[in-house]
Nanobody, 123 residues
Framework: QVQLAESGGGLVQPGGSLRLSCAASGSIFNLYAMGWFRQAPGKEREFVAGISRSGSSVRYADSVKGRFTISRDNAKTTVYLQMNSLKPEDTAVYYC????????????????WGQGTQVTVSS
């Protein structure tokens, strides 16, 4: 089992940046592919970005491609989401999740989830 804890959320103006972190504990981190998801009020949870166990393969939702970057540091058992050029529509609770399989876009394929961190983009 793995425990995940997100941090780094907050209030930022449109066009600004934030870096989210997700610290993992309780298991061997590099056994898991990792993903970031988000959920806005009244909407379903949606895939944002995923990264393979080694970090050599990443994928992004079209809505964040070119603005967000996912990365991981297996020595620190942490995955990151660098978010640039933020827009009001990026406002959501952001969750990290771990997967025994590949880092794809289907939430049901992820095994463990963090509690989430709020990101609000507003002037």
């Amino acid at each position: 089992q793995v425990q995940l804890a997100e941090s780094g959320g907050g209030l930022v103006q449109p066009g600004g940046s934030l870096r989210l972190s997700c610290a993992a504990s309780g298991s061997i981190f590099n056994l898991y592919a990792m993903g970031w998801f988000r959920q806005a009020p009244g909407k379903e949870r949606e895939f944002v970005a995923g990264i393979s166990r080694s970090g050599s393969s990443v994928r992004y939702a079209d809505s964040v491609k070119g603005r967000f970057t996912i990365s991981r540091d297996n020595a620190k058992t942490t995955v990151y989401l660098q978010m640039n050029s933020l827009k009001p529509e990026d406002t959501a609770v952001y969750y990290c999740a771990s997967s025994f399989g590949v880092a794809d876009s289907v939430p049901q394929r992820y095994n463990y989830w963090g509690q989430g961190t709020q990101v609000t983009v507003s002037s």
